[in-house]
Nanobody, 123 residues
Framework: QVQLVESGGGLVQPGGSLRLSCAAS????????LSWVRQAPGKGLEWVSD????????YYADSVKGRFTISRDNVKNTVYLQMTNLKPNDTTVYYC????????????????WGRGTQVTVSS
């Protein structure tokens, strides 16, 4: 049973920082690329970041470049999203997703999702 469990969300002021974590289980974590995707209630889905299986290649949406950093620990089976200089429009639910192996890293296809963690940026 594949499981992706996000944590670390919460309320933060504009310009603040937050670190999200995604604990994975049920598959060989180190063999797959992982993504962070976000979706605000009533809004569309937005891809945020991708990291390959080895953790040495990363991709970011233009909206978060220079502010967010994705990383992974293949021993702990966990992927992280370090968010800095947060803005009000970063407010949404953030999901961890396992990339579809047929398309690979940054392929835009996912086969498993977590339940998400809420991030709220407000003063």
């Amino acid at each position: 049973q594949v499981q992706l469990v996000e944590s670390g969300g919460g309320l933060v002021q504009p310009g603040g920082s937050l670190r999200l974590s995604c604990a994975a289980s049920g598959f060989t974590f180190s063999n797959y690329a992982l993504s962070w995707v976000r979706q605000a209630p009533g809004k569309g889905l937005e891809w945020v970041s991708d990291i390959n299986s080895g953790g040495d290649t990363t991709y970011y949406a233009d909206s978060v470049k220079g502010r967010f950093t994705i990383s992974r620990d293949n021993v702990k089976n966990t992927v992280y999203l370090q968010m800095t200089n947060l803005k009000p429009n970063d407010t949404t639910v953030y999901y961890c997703a396992k990339d579809d192996p047929h398309t690979g890293v940054a392929g835009g296809a996912y086969e498993y999702w977590g339940r998400g963690t809420q991030v709220t940026v407000s003063s």
